[in-house]
Every structure is written in C-alpha cells, then in structure tokens.
C-alpha cells in the first residue's frame, strides 16, 4: 500500500460519500486542490480552536465533546441503520466497528495530549508518521527506504526538546502516529462490512461512550458553560463534517496518488496555522524537521509503481 492509498483510507472523506450529494453542485465548480486545501485548513483551525479551549477544559474533555459532535451528528444521519444494526450485521462485525471506535477515542486522545504540550506544526508533523509508516512497511521497494530514513531524520531533530517541544509531547504524538496508522486499517474493515458510514457511525458512538467518563472527570462542572460548548461543537464540525466534504468531492476527481501528494502538505499548513493563531514560533531546525517529513510523504506516494483508486467505503 503506497501513501496514497493509505490517504484514501484515513483520509476524512471516505465517509461522507452518500451524504453529500446536494453539496455536489456547488463544490463541482471549485478545482480540486483548492478542495482539499480548504479542508486541510478546516482540520487544522479546528485544531486550533480545540488547543485554545485547553485552557477552559481538560484535552480529554475536549476530544470527547469533538467525537460527541460527530456521533450525534452521524447518529441522526443514519439512524435507520443503526436501529437494524443487529439484524443486518454479525458479532464480528460490530467487534470490529467497536475496536475501531475504541482506536478512534485512544487516537484523538493521545493526539490532543499532544497537542497540549507541542506546538500544531510539530504534533502534526509526527502524527503522520502514522499513514506513512503503513505505506513504507507494505512497500517492498528500496527507494521507500529512504523516504523512511527520511522520516526518522525528521522526528530526530524534533525529538532533541529544545523550545516548546518535549520529549513527553513527542511520545504522545509517536501514540497517535500509532493509532492512526491503526485506524487506516480498521477503516477499511469496517468499511467492508457496514454501508455508507453507518460503521463510523457506530465507532463515533463507541468513542464518545468511553471518552464521556473521562471527559467529565477532568472538566466537571466547566462542561456546563455554554460557551464552552458551543466552540466545542464547531471543532468537531470544523475537524469532521466541512473536511470530509470537501476531500470528497475532490477525490471524485483526482487519482488517489494525487490526493496523497496534496495531503502530505499538511504538516506545512499545520505550522502555519500554529503560528498565525496560535503564536507558536518554531526554530528552524523545527521546519527542518517539518520539510524532511513532507519529503518523505510526498516521496513515497509520487513514486509509487501503480496508482491505487481510492478505495469505496
């Protein structure tokens, strides 16, 4: 499996495929690397505004109010599915829709642990570790060893701790890396046995049920503000629904391999983000470090031998 495929696995907008056909219209008439820039910036304010609210609440409190939104959200989308959900599916199946709501939670979890303790740009950066590490260790070409020496290059000068990065940050963020690389191939698992994104429906649920626990017992009383709320919400509708629109109807149009090398700028746009919302100033050792990553994405997925189609959910 090459970078790209690996992106139309993780990437946000496998889900979203049937529901979005009204938007259709309107979103054929913008190109498709405009699309998939919009929603990596949608991804990455919601971020933003979700390490703001640190302050106001706990991380913990802030990714359960985030998977709260789109189980809701994907909740009341497909309920019908849902109601039959024994009917329809196996044990099996529902195990593997539960483990992939219980790595959705432990994902998000670690990455907001993260996020807490290094700036956007550099959790990000090794947060990606993730997809790329399932595309490099499927590879079985040489030249995708360098874009792993590349990689490892990357996360070694980040790793060194000075400025705002810590090596505890840094851990959190290899966990999310893991989870993610875990919830590329549970997606497509579950993704061949539930229709639509009834299956992420499912895990959404899973991972707001473990995460509510936890979330009110680091927040407490302070998930009754209002406010708090409200902004909330709007990460996880700036995290979720806007992106996994946009990247869809851009993967309508474009090769899988393509969107893999659009979406290895994340990182970048991550930084940039970090630094015009958040102040967070990086050294230049730390957009090294940044750049050596995007390399090596972009690497593995230009010079894949065959273009995967992005993969139906």
């Known amino acids: 499996m090459a970078l790209a495929d690996a992106q139309g696995s993780y990437g946000r907008a496998g889900w979203f495929r049937t529901r979005t056909g009204a938007l259709r219209p309107s979103l054929g008439s913008v190109p498709p690397p405009a699309l998939i820039l919009l929603g990596i910036v949608s991804v990455q304010v919601g971020a933003g505004l979700a390490k703001n609210l640190f302050a106001r609440s706990s991380p913990d409190a802030v990714v359960m109010m985030r998977l709260l939104t789109s189980a809701v959200v994907l909740g009341v989308a497909y309920r019908s599915s849902l109601r039959g959900l024994r009917r329809l599916h196996s044990w099996r199946d529902i195990g593997v829709a539960v483990l992939f ?12 642990q993260a996020l807490a ?15 790329l590490s399932v595309s490099i260790l499927a590879s079985r070409r040489r030249l995708d060893l360098l874009w792993a020496l590349l990689a490892l290059g990357g996360v070694t000068l980040l790793a060194r701790g000075d400025g ?20 590329i191939l549970l997606s497509g698992a579950t993704g061949r046995r539930f229709s ?9 649920i899973v991972g707001a049920v473990v995460m509510l626990p936890v979330g009110v017992g680091t927040a407490g009383a302070k998930l009754l503000d209002p406010e708090l709320l409200l902004v909330a919400a709007g990460v996880g509708l700036l995290s979720s629904v806007i992106p996994y629109t946009l990247e869809l109807e851009a993967l309508r149009r474009i ?11 994340e990182p970048a746009v991550a930084a940039v983000v970090g630094l015009v919302f958040l102040g967070e100033m990086l050294y230049w050792r ?5 750049g050596l990553v995007i390399t090596a994405c972009v690497g593995a997925t230009r010079f894949q031998q065959s273009p995967p189609e992005a993969p139906e959910a």
């Open 101 to 112: 709501g219980l790595t959705l939670a432990g994902m998000n979890a670690c990455f907001y």
């Open 117 to 131: 303790r290094l700036p956007l740009g550099i959790a990000v950066t090794v947060e990606f570790l993730g997809p």
């Open 164 to 183: 705002d990065v810590t090596l505890t940050g840094v851990a959190f963020a290899l966990l999310a890396a893991a989870g993610w690389a875990c919830y």
């Open 255 to 265: 090769s899988a391999r393509l969107f893999g090398i659009l979406m290895s700028i």
């Open 196 to 204: 639509g994104s009834s299956g992420l429906a499912v895990a959404s």
């Open 286 to 290: 730390e957009w090294l470090a940044i």
